[in-house]
C-alpha cells in the first residue's frame, strides 16, 4: 500500500496516490531553435493527453564557461553529445527567455500546465515575472543547495529529480527545501544517463523514497520507450516527466531519447490504466465478477438415475456451470444413493440422497 505524502497541487491538478498520474512532456531542446516548432510540439503534447509542459530556463553562459578544451569538451563516444563543447550544446539546446511567455499562453490556451526548470538564481526571478504554478530542479542541480534555497524561498510546489544523489545528499537537499519555505514537494527517481537503460533504472526505490521522504515520488524516465514509467506507477509513482519532441528522426539535442506522440499519447493511457488496475487488497468476487459465478464448476447428475442408484464417478460429476453443489463435496456423495429418479443434467442438491 503506498502511503501517502504531503498534498501536492500544481494548477488545478493534484498530485498523488489516489489521482491519475500526472504527466510531464519535457521540451527541452526539442524546439531546434525554431518557435514555430515549439508551437507544435505543445500542440502535439496537449492531443496526447499529457497534462504539462515543462521548459529548461538557462542561457549558455549562465551554465558554464566558453571554452572548448579540458572538461570544458565532450569527448566520450558513447556520449550524444561528443564533439561539441559545453558552451555549445548548451547554445543549441536553451530556450530564448523571450520565448517562454508565447509559450506558456499557448499552454494555458489548450489547458496544460506550463513550468520549468531554472539553472541560476536569476532564471528563478525570470520565472517568477512569468508566476510559474511550479518549478522543477535538474538532477545536476540537486546538490545546489543556494539554487534550492532560492526556490523553495517562492512557496510554490518543487519536483526534484535525484539523479547520482545519495541519500545523504537528498536529505540535505530535502531539507533545505523544506527549511526554506517548501511544503508541497515531488522527488522524481532519475538515472542520469542520457538514453538510461532498464538496468539502471532501479525503480524499486520508489516506494523507499516515499517512506524515507515522505511525499510524493515520480519517475523522470530517460529510458527508451513506455515499459519503465508503468512499472514506476505500479510500484506507487504518481508523476511521470518524459522528453518529448515531435519525430525523433527531425534530430535534436534530446530527440534520441524523447517519446513522440503516439508514445506520449500510450504513455497517458497505459499509466491510466494501470494506476486503475492497482485498486486495493481484496479477495472474492467483486461487483463485477459476480455474474461469472455461474461458470465455476459443480457437481452434476451426468446419467439418469433411478430411486435407489448408487452415485459413482461416472454417473457425478464436477462439471460447468455452477448451480450444483460445490465439487469438494464429491467425496461424500460417492457411495451414497439417490432418493428419487433424477435426470440427466440435474444440479446435484442434498435433497436427492
Given at each position: 500500500m503506498c502511503l501517502p505524502g504531503v498534498i501536492v497541487r500544481i494548477g488545478n491538478r493534484v498530485i498523488g496516490v489516489n489521482e491519475t498520474p500526472f504527466i510531464i512532456a519535457e521540451m527541452s531542446g526539442n524546439h531546434n531553435r525554431s518557435l514555430e516548432r515549439a508551437f507544435e510540439i505543445v500542440k502535439a503534447a496537449a492531443q496526447a493527453g499529457a497534462h504539462a509542459l515543462k521548459l529548461q530556463t538557462y542561457t549558455a553562459d549562465t551554465m558554464t564557461l566558453d571554452l572548448s578544451e579540458r572538461e570544458f569538451f565532450i569527448s566520450d563516444d558513447k556520449s550524444l553529445w561528443t564533439g561539441k563543447s559545453l558552451h555549445e550544446l548548451y547554445q543549441q539546446a536553451y530556450t530564448p527567455w523571450e520565448w517562454h511567455k508565447p509559450i506558456f499562453d499557448l499552454c494555458r490556451e489548450l489547458d496544460l500546465i506550463a513550468f520549468s526548470t531554472p539553472f541560476d538564481e536569476t532564471a528563478v526571478d525570470f520565472l517568477e515575472s512569468l508566476d510559474v504554478p511550479c518549478y522543477k530542479i535538474a538532477s545536476f542541480e540537486n546538490t545546489d543547495i543556494a539554487l534550492i534555497q532560492k526556490v523553495a524561498a517562492t512557496g510554490k510546489p518543487?519536483?526534484?529529480?535525484?539523479?547520482?544523489?545519495?541519500?545523504?545528499?537528498?536529505?540535505?537537499?530535502?531539507?533545505?527545501?523544506?527549511?526554506?519555505?517548501?511544503?508541497?514537494?515531488?522527488?522524481?527517481?532519475?538515472?542520469?544517463?542520457?538514453?538510461?537503460?532498464?538496468?539502471?533504472?532501479?525503480?524499486?526505490?520508489?516506494?523507499?523514497?516515499?517512506?524515507?521522504?515522505?511525499?510524493?515520488?515520480?519517475?523522470?524516465?530517460?529510458?527508451?520507450?513506455?515499459?519503465?514509467?508503468?512499472?514506476?506507477?505500479?510500484?506507487?509513482?504518481?508523476?511521470?516527466?518524459?522528453?518529448?519532441?515531435?519525430?525523433?528522426?527531425?534530430?535534436?539535442?534530446?530527440?534520441?531519447?524523447?517519446?513522440?506522440?503516439?508514445?506520449?499519447?500510450m504513455l497517458v493511457t497505459e499509466t491510466r490504466c494501470v494506476w486503475k488496475a492497482l485498486g486495493t487488497v481484496r479477495y472474492g468476487a467483486t461487483e463485477a465478477e459476480k455474474a461469472s459465478r455461474v461458470f465455476r464448476r459443480s457437481l452434476y447428475v451426468a446419467q439418469d438415475l433411478q430411486a435407489g442408484e448408487v452415485l459413482t464417478r461416472q454417473n457425478l460429476r464436477a462439471i460447468r456451470p455452477g448451480h450444483g453443489l460445490a465439487p469438494k463435496y464429491l467425496k461424500n456423495l460417492l457411495g451414497r444413493k439417490v432418493s428419487q429418479p433424477v435426470k440427466r443434467g440435474t444440479p446435484m442438491q442434498w435433497e436427492l440422497v
Open positions: 518543487m519536483i526534484i529529480s535525484t539523479g547520482m544523489a545519495s541519500v545523504g545528499e537528498l536529505s540535505e537537499t530535502v531539507c533545505a527545501a523544506r527549511e526554506a519555505g517548501c511544503k508541497e514537494l515531488v522527488l522524481l527517481k532519475c538515472t542520469s544517463t542520457y538514453p538510461a537503460s532498464p538496468e539502471n533504472t532501479n525503480l524499486r526505490a520508489i516506494p523507499h523514497m516515499r517512506e524515507l521522504f515522505n511525499c510524493e515520488v515520480g519517475l523522470s524516465d530517460h529510458t527508451m520507450g513506455v515499459g519503465a514509467s508503468v512499472g514506476a506507477i505500479a510500484l506507487g509513482a504518481t508523476v511521470i516527466e518524459k522528453h518529448f519532441t515531435l519525430n525523433r528522426a527531425d534530430g535534436g539535442v534530446d530527440s534520441a531519447f524523447s517519446l513522440e506522440p503516439k508514445e506520449m499519447a
